[in-house]
């Protein structure tokens, strides 16, 4: 892995081009999310703790931080540049990045590869000028980067998502705004978020390189219109999903959607055949939809993946519900558990006669936090049971906050995957808190369904060699 | 050594300005790898056919050789299951009058006759993908593979495990396995041939496209039938 990159998510100082007071500048967003964390905020808890030079020849200083004319001002070592000036600018400011010493810069600015032959031919050009210094470029067309564990938002987005086991990659910028907003929504976290824009020197293949070895990613996620170098990231990724698990998004999957990506990035989305072939080959665990995605990464962030024999439960205190998650199950070819005589003799003890007797356990719409907690300890407990959903309808009897309490008490100490769904309930503090103690939860029972077949999918990659063998 | 013989006969098409090896080429290219083929005998005229038929042991095909002709079922070239001389010497009226109606101006070299074999048929294929460079497909072949489009693909190279994975991943897995009374075929013996393929085009960029279909399974072992191998 190039040191230049581990820099680029651990620098000990930034330089920030384009740095300004004027409100509604891309350079004022960028520098307060440097200092602030969220530029709407105003004191630094939150905010970036190593060094920060901004840099315009028009300010003399920005945030109460001295201003530098241009980079090569400052009187210290720069590790990060993070470039926000008319791209007619740019290339001069590549220029004197790399006469500095920068390890690498983020090009935020627009107006390259992206509008056409003229934009692609400066891109390479300040390539090669980078190259030249061993200086990396991201972007140019990007948003910037989070590194959520050193408090670092090099963004001009208005959001700050929360630290947690999930590094994100996305092709486009605005989606990630988007998934920041969602991940607020449903109470789940990031490690790194990466806008990689035209991949002019950066790619795909570079930024999970660094993902692998860095401590707090649990999972990797992708949003991909085109791979720039489509073999050595098969190759790379093929090598780094033995450790890391990953989820892909891979949009273009049909003739319509790829004219539709060559509008939006003007890269050709290819053909969605090799790209099928290489998810299988890599062992990226490939989404179809954006919530797909998310609750695959999700899933695979926080629970581990299931044993190789048995099949999955689905617990569940509503009829309709345990059925929509038994036919998503099916559909996925994702096999349920057929409870033995023993588990079943179990769960009599601990259920009214009424119960289900069957897979997916029905538990009944009465049906306590302690009656859960039971069934929850018989079903894991169980050899049959490799992996468990936990179905809620929120019925007069149900008490949300006391369930979830005992659903993450019970849930302790097993090896099997659990995940969650209080059906229909968003950003409840029932739901927050099962996430926080980190069982996923869904709002609907079919995406708990598609979390827990990308665990199992896990499941089957880690053992792939020896399937075969 | 086999990738001498592979690179000599590449030289020898493109010095001639040929994109598409003869069957004989593609035979001995697949040949070098390992691949084996079926009992084949190219005859120059009807004597060598009865001769060929002889010696390679009822039931036998015949087909048309023709450097102008690839699409040789279309022509009416083809005649499968001979199962005596006087079947042979009727194909080999047949495919003559045949050819010399459809294509008159096809230079027609002789014909090959070849060993019969009844099993499943496969098809391994290979084509390039814009982005991902050198691609292979595995699936069921013949009619299989043109009306189902039964087949999966992998990126070349491949690993033995994604050989082994793309096999199981067709709906036709049941049929390799054995279902409804097929004989089942050697799904090693499959990955084998698999590998081959791909390590003979990741040595050789140039192959632009080939397919060896129909492969077929027969008694535990593989033989290639009829192969096609253009090159950039």
């Known amino acids: 892995m190039d040191e230049n990159i581990r820099y680029m998510f651990h620098p000990r100082s930034i330089a920030i081009i384009g740095a300004s007071n004027k409100l509604w500048k891309v350079g004022h967003a960028v520098i307060a999310n440097v200092l602030y964390g969220d530029c709407l905020r105003r004191d630094r808890t939150l905010g970036y703790k190593g060094k920060i030079y901004p840099v315009n020849p028009n300010e003399d200083n920005v945030f109460n931080l001295k201003c530098y004319p241009d980079v090569l001002s400052i009187p210290d070592e720069v590790d990060l540049a993070v470039v926000a000036v008319p791209a007619k600018f740019v290339p001069g400011v590549i220029e004197q990045c790399g006469q500095k010493g920068v390890k690498t810069t983020i090009i935020i600015s627009a107006g390259f590869g992206e509008t056409g032959d003229e934009g692609k031919r400066v891109e390479a050009e300040m390539v090669a000028t980078a190259r030249k210094y061993g200086m990396r470029i991201l972007g140019p067309n990007c948003l910037g980067i989070y590194s959520l564990y050193e408090d670092l938002n090099t963004t001009f987005a208005r959001a700050m998502p929360m630290k947690g086991p999930i590094s994100f990659i996305s092709q486009s910028g605005a989606f990630c705004a988007s998934v920041i907003q969602y991940s607020l929504e449903e109470h789940f976290g990031f490690s790194n978020f990466v806008s990689i824009g035209n991949k002019s020197d950066i790619d795909d293949a570079d930024i999970i390189e660094y993902f692998a070895t860095d401590e707090h990613t649990k999972c990797i996620g992708m949003y991909i219109e085109a791979l720039k170098d489509a073999r050595k990231f098969l190759k790379v990724a093929r090598e780094l999903c033995k450790k890391v698990p990953m989820v892909a998004l891979k949009s273009g999957r049909t003739e319509i959607g790829r004219s539709a990506a060559k509008s939006h990035t003007g890269s050709i989305a290819g053909n969605d055949i090799a790209y099928e072939a290489m998810f299988r080959q890599t062992g990226i665990y490939r989404a179809r939809t954006m919530s797909e995605l998310f609750d695959a990464a999700r899933a695979l962030a926080y629970q581990p993946p299931p044993p190789p024999e048995g099949g999955i439960a689905i617990l569940t205190n509503s009829g309709g519900p345990g059925v929509v998650a038994t036919d998503a199950a099916s559909d996925l070819g994702l096999p349920l558990a057929k409870l033995s005589d023993a588990t079943i003799a179990e769960l009599n003890r601990v259920c009214p006669p009424e119960w289900s007797h069957r897979n997916p356990v029905d538990i009944l719409g009465d049906a306590s936090p302690d009656r859960y907690s039971d069934a929850i300890h018989v079903l894991l407990e169980a050899g049959e049971v490799s992996g468990l959903i936990v179905i809620t309808a929120p019925q007069a009897m149900t008490d949300p906050e006391t369930l979830a309490k005992r659903i993450v008490e019970a849930a302790k100490g097993t090896t099997k995957p659990v995940i969650a769904s209080f059906v229909g309930m968003i950003s409840s503090p029932a739901e927050n808190y099962v996430e926080e103690q980190g069982i996923p939860e869904m709002s609907f029972p079919e995406d708990a369904v598609l979390g827990m077949h990308a665990l199992v999918h896990r499941s089957r990659i880690l053992r792939r060699e020896q399937i075969w063998q | ?232």
């Open chain 2, 1 to 232: 050594m086999a990738v001498d013989v592979v690179s000599e006969i590449f030289a020898r098409a493109r010095a001639e300005s040929r994109k598409t090896l003869t069957l004989d080429e593609a035979r001995s290219v697949l040949e070098s790898t390992g691949i084996k083929f079926n009992a084949y005998a190219f005859c120059k005229n009807l004597e060598e056919a009865i001769q060929a038929a002889r010696k390679i042991g009822y039931p036998v095909a015949m087909k048309v050789v023709s450097p102008n002709i690839i699409h040789k079922t279309e022509v009416g070239g083809v005649k499968l299951y001979l199962q005596s001389e006087l079947d042979v010497v009727h194909a080999y009226e047949q495919i003559m009058e045949n050819v010399r109606k459809v294509m008159p101006d096809a230079r027609i070299s002789g014909v090959s006759v070849e060993q019969m074999l009844r099993g499943t048929e496969l098809v391994i294929g290979v084509t390039k993908d814009a982005q991902f460079g050198p691609m292979l497909m595995f699936g069921l072949g013949g009619i299989w593979v043109e009306i189902y489009r039964d087949v999966s693909f992998r990126i070349i190279p491949l690993e033995r495990v994604d050989a082994w994975e793309m096999i199981h991943e067709i709906k036709g897995i049941a049929i390799i396995e054995g279902a409804r009374g097929f004989e089942p075929a050697d799904k090693k013996k499959i990955v084998d041939y698999i590998m081959k393929v791909s390590e003979l085009v990741n040595a050789h960029p140039e192959i632009a496209e080939m397919d060896i279909n129909p492969l077929m399974a027969y008694q535990q072992e593989l033989y290639a039938i009829d192969a096609r191998i253009i090159l950039e």
